[in-house]
């Protein structure tokens, strides 16, 4: 069992930034691909990022070239830095972890949910 804890949302105008942070309980942390998704009101949850136990990243084409995720393994810890962000950016903003090394991008692969923090880009 994981436990996913998210941070570092908030308010902020557009193209400024924010850091999520998402700590992970466990010892097996390396070895899990981990992502960050989103959801709007009123939409799906979508796919935004993910690293694998490589250190290899994917990101969904609207955030790419603004957002960066990495990780600390050491830290049990995931990271998603946002730049250049825009009100279209504005949902919850979920880690995951996937066990299996599926893909990277489908919500239904990932085993271990956070509860989500809020991000708000005002225009």
């Known amino acids: 069992q994981v436990q996913l804890v998210e941070s570092g949302g908030g308010l902020v105008q557009a193209g400024g930034s924010l850091r999520l942070s998402c700590a992970a309980s466990g010892r097996t942390f390396s070895a899990y691909v981990m992502g960050w998704f989103r959801q709007a009101p009123g939409k799906e949850r979508e796919f935004a990022a993910a690293i694998d136990w490589n250190g290899d990243t994917y990101y969904t084409p609207s955030v790419k070239g603004r957002f960066t995720i990495s990780r600390d393994n050491a830290k049990n810890t995931v990271y998603l830095q946002m730049n250049g962000l825009k009100p279209e950016d504005t949902a919850v903003y979920y880690c995951?972890?996937?066990?299996?090394?599926?893909?990277?991008?489908?919500?239904?692969?990932?085993?271990?949910w956070g509860q989500g923090t809020q991000v708000t880009v005002s225009s």
């Open positions: 995951a972890a996937d066990k299996h090394g599926r893909t990277w991008y489908s919500v239904n692969d990932y085993d271990y």
